[in-house]
């Protein structure tokens, strides 16, 4: 292939013995023949330099990019999934204590949490491995039927039936709880684990090492070639080869650099982006569980004794100091972009404070006044709280965004950078090799 | 020297990106982790408590006799000293376990009070120990929490269509009778169940710990039937899975089954030859405080005798549900 213009030129029979006596223990060996195999492999460590840093280039800005748009769409579009859901039972069980005439307010809230849960749930199913595109179909069935048995209840509630709260139950405790919001967990963690696998690709050591080793062998074989040159033809200077030299430290200094940039600009996208995006989302789906659970606990009346201890774990799992609202709080601060995540800290300790009020209340056989501060002023907050996430998320996509974008531009050019790197130092080689050659012509 | 210098620094920071790899896995797992341990939250186990052999001979055909009063009742706010009354006195609520889904006898209201015929019946009681029947607090108990809720101690009394039976016996006491029923089969109109033979292959719906479910188990075993059973947790959740068609047929006391037939106009009960079993209501109270089932029993004398049962039996169950008035069963005591 590129060994052509080599054996294009005619070697001189006998090797320069005017060249160095002190070589003539090697003189049985053709000279010609030898730089002819030393250009051979120059020309291919070379090319296989090029290709091991346009292949990493390529896959990490492919991993990068992955990372700035499907991935993180799709980690997101599962959470809000999720977010809907819980929201969509949320909405319906604060309708059902608030009483028999339900709030348009409340009823359109169910209506769009369900219709847009329903979308992305049509989008999710496009993606993932074969298990979640399964959990995605179950839960778009599943959601028919969840649906179905409120209407039922909501019909039954009218008429004053009793079985209007079997109804309810069936749907909320049975069918969402117990089938829905677990499947769209494990499709959530999908997209999580698809998500980190891109990142993981954007980051990976392996090919820093491999484009440091080859690029190391290669420019080692470079400089044995140029000493090899030196010794044989007395002349210290090849400047092709030494131009080949420069060429491929540059592009190994070049990747080396850019690597960096990106996985740093990766880092960041992770340290303050992704983490606390995942660790924001699913302490805002907590919060909904919560503020369920506590509709619920009330509407059940200790019937079901499921509530309580969920509220409790979902507190074990949010609150604290490895709490995922603490966590998410230390994952922001020290980015480039803090976010505001005082207002939601203490916002999330209002709502806390609600819930024992009204927790209190209940247990002190004020049934009323729990049910007014759980659908009054803890409701309130709730919906404060998780506006407080949204701003929080928003900002963190952003942030998330802006970095991703950062760890692509870092590649930009080094693929076709790359090419041109490696066509010019074979062509410095090629060059550099012929005239020795041509010498023995 | 410069560039080897940054490659260097590339180098050692690819390291420490290795690791942050592993620190992002960790939240993934943080988040997961959450989510499923939410996911999977449960209860804790409801103990059963321990059994006791009634010291006196306990008839199945009859386990009504109970404790007699002693004396008239004590005047509201002055409970005497070192009894039950007193502490739920002191206290200033009773704690009474019911069910919220149980038309007729225990259901939610659409302003969300509690109300029925088991409710009116424990205001009573609250009215006899504060002179306010106001003073007291509901705690919704499911069919098979009612006797671990009163042997636990959460609820003072229970009253949820408790049927006294000698098994029972073992595990709590019972005040005297207050009503009586039978146990039935509720069918959808257009079934082809007419009669209990027809139940061979069909699945029937019963309430998990209630006395139904051994009762109609020992019809199939004994009649061969080859039914299966449904078995759910909350009473109205028959009705959700006849309606469904997630079961054919209901068995239960025929109470809950009226309650069904007013939701559902589309139901009707099966006419028995002879009732599957019949069922006799009583309060459940712990063992530990038979003074309070003496104080109970003593209520449930007054109610009877100044007309208020009759009264409060019209309201809830005739208007309610279409039961005509039957005077309910004289008390029996045992000591």
């Not at chain 1, 929201?87 to 348009?104: I, K, R």
């Not at chain 1, 982006?273 to 909904?288: E, F, M, N, Y």
């Amino acid at each position: 292939m590129t060994a052509a213009p080599f054996t294009a030129t005619r070697a001189r029979q006998e090797p320069a013995e005017t060249a160095s006596p002190a070589s003539s223990r090697s003189a049985h060996i053709s000279t010609p023949g030898l730089l002819r195999i030393v250009g051979v492999v120059l020309t291919v460590g070379v090319i296989v330099f090029g290709l091991v840093v346009i292949r990493s280039a390529t896959a990490r800005r492919h991993a990068a990019h992955e990372v700035a748009t499907t991935a993180t769409a799709r980690l997101t579009e599962a959470a809000d999934a999720y977010v809907e859901l819980a929201d969509a039972d949320a909405a319906e069980s604060t309708a059902f204590l608030q009483g028999p005439v339900e709030s348009a307010a409340l009823r359109q809230r169910y209506n769009r949490d369900l219709r847009e849960a329903a979308q992305r749930l049509t989008a999710l199913a496009g993606g993932g491995s074969a298990d979640a595109r399964a959990a995605t179909q179950a839960v778009t069935q599943q959601l028919l039927f969840y649906a179905g048995l409120v209407d039922s209840a909501r019909a039954n509630n009218l008429l004053g039936n009793s079985v209007g709260a079997a109804y309810l139950h069936q749907a909320s405790s049975k069918v969402m709880r117990g089938t829905i919001l677990p499947e769209t967990t494990s499709v959530y963690e999908d997209a999580a684990r698809d998500f980190d696998a891109n990142d993981h690709a954007g980051m990976a050591t392996s090919e820093i090492l491999a484009v440091l080793l080859v690029g190391a062998l290669v420019l080692a074989l470079l400089i044995g070639a140029q000493l090899y040159l030196a010794i044989r033809t007395r002349r210290i200077l090849n400047v092709g080869l030494v131009i080949a030299t420069l060429l491929v430290l540059a592009l190994g200094v070049w990747s080396l650099v850019a690597f960096g940039a990106e996985r740093d600009a990766l880092r960041r996208s992770q340290r303050g982006g992704s983490d606390p995006l995942q660790l924001l989302s699913t302490a805002r789906i907590l919060t909904l569980r919560q503020i369920g659970d506590d509709n619920l606990e009330l509407i059940e009346r200790g019937a079901v004794d499921t509530y309580r201890p969920e509220f409790e774990v979902a507190a074990d799992q949010l609150g604290g100091s490895g709490g995922l609202i603490a966590l998410a709080d230390s994952a922001v601060r020290g980015t480039d972009a803090p976010r505001d995540m005082k207002q939601l800290t203490s916002t999330y300790g209002g709502f806390l404070a609600d819930h024992n009020a009204a927790r209190n209340d209940n247990d002190r056989d004020n049934y009323r006044g729990a049910v007014a501060v759980t659908t009054g002023k803890e409701t309130r907050d709730f919906q404060a709280l998780d506006a407080a996430y949204q701003r929080v998320l928003a900002d963190t996509l952003v942030e998330l965004n802006h970095q991703s974008q950062q760890a692509q531009d870092a590649l930009t050019g080094l693929a076709i950078g790359a090419a041109l790197f490696v066509v010019l130092a074979i062509a410095a080689v090629v060059l550099g090799l012929r005239r020795r050659i041509e010498e023995y012509a | 020297m410069r560039r080897l210098r940054v490659v260097a620094i590339s180098l050692g920071a690819a390291c420490i990106a290795a690791s942050c790899a592993s620190s992002h896995d960790t939240t993934t797992a943080r988040t997961v982790g959450a989510l499923s341990a939410v996911n999977h939250a449960t209860a804790p186990p409801v103990l059963n408590p321990p059994n006791r052999k009634p010291k006196w001979p306990c008839d199945n055909s009859d386990p009504t006799p109970s404790l007699r009063p002693v004396g008239p009742l004590p005047a509201p706010e002055q409970m005497p000293a070192g009894t039950f009354m007193q502490r739920i006195q002191q206290r200033g609520r009773l704690i009474v376990g019911v069910d919220q889904n149980t038309t007729g006898f225990g259901y939610r209201q659409a302003n969300g009070e509690i109300d029925g015929f088991d409710v009116d019946l424990l205001r009573e009681v609250a009215r006899a120990i504060f002179g306010d029947p106001a003073k007291i607090e509901f705690v919704s108990v499911t069919t098979s929490e009612r006797v671990p809720a009163v042997a636990s101690g959460q609820v003072d009394i229970v009253a949820s269509l408790l049927s006294i039976t000698c098994t029972r016996w073992q595990q709590i006491d019972f005040t005297t009778e207050y009503y009586r029923t039978e146990q039935g089969v509720l069918v959808r109109s257009n079934s082809s169940i007419h009669q209990l033979a027809d139940l061979g292959g069909k699945k029937i719906c019963a309430i998990r710990g209630s006395t139904s479910i051994a009762a109609i188990n020992k019809l199939i075993k004994g009649t061969g039937l080859k039914a299966t059973i449904d078995p759910v947790d909350l009473r109205p959740d028959c009705l959700v899975d006849l309606q469904d068609g997630a079961a054919d047929a209901i068995t239960s006391d025929n109470t809950i089954l009226d309650g069904f037939r007013v939701q559902d106009p589309q139901t009707e009960l099966l006419s028995l030859s002879e009732p599957i079993e019949a069922e006799r209501y009583g309060m459940g109270i712990s063992i530990a405080h038979p003074d309070f089932v003496r104080f109970v029993n003593a209520v449930l004398e007054e109610l009877r005798a100044n007309g208020l049962y009759e009264q409060l039996y019209t309201q809830d169950l005739t208007t309610g549900l279409g039961i005509p008035y039957v005077a309910p069963p004289p008390p029996e005591y045992r000591s």
